[in-house]
């Protein structure tokens, strides 16, 4: 192919023009036409050479020299020729040896020959000329003009060829690409059907394509693994046969609504399976009614479903044993008011009549009489206070508290009042700082609680030190601890964990007399109303107790 | 005829009765107790009817200390008996019970109890008590017509 000689490339004119692998622009055919030809002058005298070349110069074409019939074949070897001029007369192989050989590839059969000869010869010479595939037949003396003319049009027909050749090379490529395009395209629609039809057998959802004839056409193999049963079956029968019964209507009324052309945002209904079990579906599904297909998207949500029943019992369960506390709390109500009264009753006489004892008979009862009625007089007021307290607790649990803020700096003010026997007697000191936080508390609650911590500072004190009490308040972010410290006997460390427990005492005797409900109280009281309590001590080093409740908000 | 001012108690439990008229004793007060020991008792000494007819020994009382816990009818059943009796409706009744029940204080109230004490448990503070409620309801309350008298 000429375009793809090298020394065409670096021949002026036609230098730019590279291989042919791509399109090329009508321009690009144009420039084939400019390209020169090459001519190839055959002749063992350089003389004749010379001249042929004097006269097809004008033609501005490239002009190839072989002095023998082999330098042809060489050159036709490497390149496309116009046209060719051979002398027949040579030395070694003549011109139509050469010529034979030129014919016999495939290559150059049709390559033109113009056969030249000085031998002003026979017929027969003229007839060999022909019939080995020349064109033309020339003799010397050559006419010039004759020769250029005809070199002129060969060189104009190969040109002219070359383009057609061009042309169909570059329609091909175009047809070429065209069809890799179009293989490309088809490649890219499989691959893309292949992903899609991954993500449908491989999506743990339930996809299907069912038809408004009520028929599955598609379904994915996730409805085999829930239902079980196999993709043809389920294909084959109406697919309202898969429905649950009591399911069929509202099933049917959503399909009705789909074949309308409305969107299915989500509706549950139960399948059967083909264990004779059925499985609850919850599914979206969107109508395309142009090619009257349902797509479905489906999900098992029977886990679900038997979880949100299982809710349902355990709510109900729940309500029932709410009702149950309920009722057991009013029986303990009612058991309290029977503590109150029944119990207290009895105790009241056993403590009367000791005293009437004491005071009516104490003649006849002796020392040693008046001693034992004495004991039952003081065992009779602690169980009395046992009992108070017992029922200050049990009253606390039971008991609806409404919580307001609480201006602790009266509310203490009128504890302190309470207290102000104990006080004058242990001649104690109870500081309460002024503007105390504003806490959120049950003002009769917060009294009893108090009442008992105070209570406990003034009585839990070496009888040699004269107590004293401080509180004052901690604002926290938002919260506020209330600090109740005394400079009393302490509590080991061992013991300040148990102290805030029911019945729990840490003395016995006289001394430090108690029922050890006080501080239960305390706790219970404090975490009715939402708050914590603590305390910080060393024996002999007095005790700080905390109560710790929400602030009030500022106004 | 008995001239010192009449006051009703009325207890069902026998050791409270006792103690009460300990309590009285011990105050060493120029009353006339008496006793009934059930709700129907009361409203039958209250109405002069049964064994209580003869009003020179069973007279109407100036005072009733009534229990709210009694057998047959409740304390607060014969209060609001009273409270709906043409002649009894003025008498000052205290209830003296050991409830402190917030239902029992606020339903004798409602009812229109003159007052609701509750039975303290040591001797001396009973005798107090005894003391004050007399001297109060006796003494220093000025007493409204009660009975047959009123209208007059």
Not at chain 1, 322 to 328: A, F, G, H, S
Not at chain 2, 35 to 61: C, K, M, W
Not at chain 2, 110 to 135: F, G, H, I, Q, R
């Amino acid at each position: 192919m000429s375009t793809k000689q090298t020394w065409l490339a670096a021949t002026p004119g036609s230098g730019s023009v590279g291989p042919v692998e791509h399109l090329r622009s009508n321009g690009d055919l144009e420039e084939a036409a400019g390209r020169r030809a090459n001519i190839l002058l055959v002749d063992d005298r350089p003389e004749k050479l010379l001249a042929l070349e004097a006269v097809l110069g004008p033609l501005d074409q490239n002009l190839v020299r072989a002095r023998s019939g082999k330098e042809a074949l060489r050159h036709l070897l490497r390149e496309q020729f116009a046209v060719i001029l051979l002398d027949v007369a040579m030395p070694g192989m003549d011109g139509f040896e050469t010529a034979s050989l030129i014919r016999q590839r495939p290559q150059t059969e049709h390559t033109p020959i113009i056969f030249i000869t000085s031998i002003n010869d026979t017929e027969n010479h003229i007839a060999q000329g022909y019939s080995l595939g020349a064109v033309d037949y020339m003799l010397t003396p050559i006419v010039p003009e004759v020769l250029k003319a005809k070199v002129a049009v060969f060189v104009d027909l190969f040109k002219k060829s070359e383009q057609v050749r061009d042309q169909a090379r570059q329609l091909h490529a175009f047809e070429e690409a065209q069809h890799r395009r179009e293989l490309a395209e088809a490649v890219d629609r499989l691959e893309a059907e292949t992903k899609r039809n991954r993500f449908f057998s491989l999506a743990i959802d339930m996809l299907a394509i069912a038809g408004f004839d009520g028929y599955f056409k598609q379904v994915n193999p996730a409805w085999h693994k829930v239902l079980g049963f196999p993709e043809e079956e389920l294909k084959s029968r109406p697919l309202m046969d898969f429905v649950h019964k009591e399911d069929h209507s509202g099933t049917l009324r959503e399909f009705k609504r789909l074949m309308l052309g409305s969107t299915t945002e989500y509706f549950e209904n139960r399948y059967h399976c083909s264990d004779g079990s059925y499985r609850w579906l919850g599914w979206t599904a969107a109508p395309f009614p142009a090619e009257r297909l349902v797509y479905i998207f489906a999900r098992d949500i029977t886990n679900q479903k038997h979880a949100e029943s299982e809710i349902q019992h355990l709510n109900s369960q729940l309500k029932q044993r709410v009702k149950d506390l309920m009722e057991i709390n009013k029986e303990l109500e009612a058991f309290n008011y029977s503590i109150s009264h029944d119990l207290r009753g009895p105790l009241r006489s056993m403590q009367g009549f000791a005293c009437a004892l004491l005071e009516e008979c104490s003649e006849e009862l002796g020392e040693g009489g008046r001693e034992y009625a004495s004991r039952i007089v003081s065992s009779g007021r602690y169980m009395d206070t046992l009992l108070r307290d017992l029922l200050a607790y049990s009253r606390l649990t039971a008991a609806e508290l409404t919580l307001s803020p609480i201006d602790l700096n009266a509310l203490l003010a009128d504890v302190i009042e309470q207290l102000q026997n104990e006080i004058e007697e242990k001649k104690a000191v109870v500081n309460v700082e002024p503007s105390l936080d504003l806490v959120v508390g049950h003002a009769p609650t917060l009294r009893h609680v108090f009442g008992n911590l105070i209570g406990n500072a003034l009585k839990f004190t070496d009888p040699t030190t004269r107590p004293q009490v401080r509180i004052h308040t901690e604002a926290g972010t938002d919260s506020v601890r209330v600090w109740v410290e005394d400079n009393g006997i302490g509590i080991a460390p061992e013991h300040q964990g148990r102290i805030f427990g029911l019945f729990e005492r840490l003395h016995s005797g006289p001394a430090y007399s108690g029922t050890g409900v006080g501080l239960a109280i305390v706790r219970k009281g404090v975490e009715r109303m939402g708050g914590r309590v603590g305390v910080e001590s060393k024996v002999g080093k007095g005790s700080r107790f905390w109560v710790e409740l929400a602030a009030a908000p500022r106004t | 005829m008995n001239s010192k001012p009449v006051i009703l108690h009325v207890e069902d439990d026998p050791n409270d009765v006792v103690l009460i008229g300990l309590a009285f004793r011990k105050a060493d007060l120029a009353i006339n107790l008496q006793v009934v020991n059930d709700g129907e008792q009361a409203v039958q000494y209250l109405s002069g009817e049964g064994p209580y007819a003869d009003r020179h020994t069973f007279p109407i009382p100036a005072l009733v200390l009534l229990d709210v816990k009694l057998p047959r009818r409740s304390g607060l059943e014969v209060l609001s008996w009273a409270r709906g009796c043409e002649q009894l409706r003025r008498l000052p009744i205290v209830m003296l019970t050991s409830s402190n029940q917030a239902a029992d204080v606020n339903r004798a109230y409602d009812l229109m109890a003159n007052s609701y004490l509750v039975k303290p448990s040591a001797l001396e503070d009973l005798v107090d008590l005894v003391k004050k409620v007399t001297a109060y309801w006796l003494e220093l309350n000025v007493k409204p017509l009660i009975g047959e008298d009123e209208g007059v």
